[in-house]
């Protein structure tokens, strides 16, 4: 058998298809393998990313929470403490203001009592009056009672008691 150049031109032609066949097919495959193994790559990549900012992202969530929080709390607790103290002390002026109320009362009707004792004791005693002046007892007289010795005090008749 021999070979023509033409027949080692087809061959080597045939020879070169193949191979050049078998380099695309091998660089086709290790590029499908490099896309895969870079998917992985970014896809780990945009997975640590996201962990990351979910990190980041309940940590300032905490912070903001703490930030938010410890004023509203102080502001509650200094509500309560006024709100509570208002109401303490208003509790206690309303007990102290009617307690005073209830002793005028009391002193109204006791004033009221006196005076109609007194105006009693006038009744019974005909405006009869004892009276001290000078270390001397007096009885004061209702005007118009005639006395001997006549004497007066404030234009109503008196009588010395004695001094005994």
């Known amino acids: ?8 031109n087809v061959r080597l032609k045939s020879r070169m298809a193949t191979d050049r066949r078998q380099i695309e097919e091998a660089a086709a495959s290790e590029l499908r393998q490099l896309g895969v193994n870079l998917r992985a790559v970014a896809n780990g990549a945009l997975h640590t990313i996201e962990a990351d900012t979910g990190v980041s992202v ?7 929470l703490n930030a938010w929080l410890r004023p509203l709390v102080v502001g509650l607790v200094i509500f309560v403490g006024i709100s509570g103290g208002t109401w303490g002390l208003m509790s206690w002026l309303s007990t102290g ?5 209830e002793t005028l009362a009391t002193l109204d009707v006791q004033i009221e009592d006196a005076r109609e004792t ?14 001290e ?6 009885v004061l007289l209702p005007q118009g009672t005639p006395v001997h010795p006549a004497r007066t005090v404030g234009g109503r008749p008196v009588l010395k008691l004695s001094s005994e």
């Open 1 to 8: 058998m021999t070979s023509t150049p033409n027949d080692v």
């Open 58 to 64: 309940r940590r300032t969530r905490v912070i903001l």
């Open 97 to 101: 203001i009617q307690h005073r109320i």
């Open 118 to 131: 007194l105006a009693e004791m006038e009744e019974t005693t005909w405006g009869v009056t004892l009276l």
């Open 133 to 138: 002046i000078d270390g001397e007892r007096f």
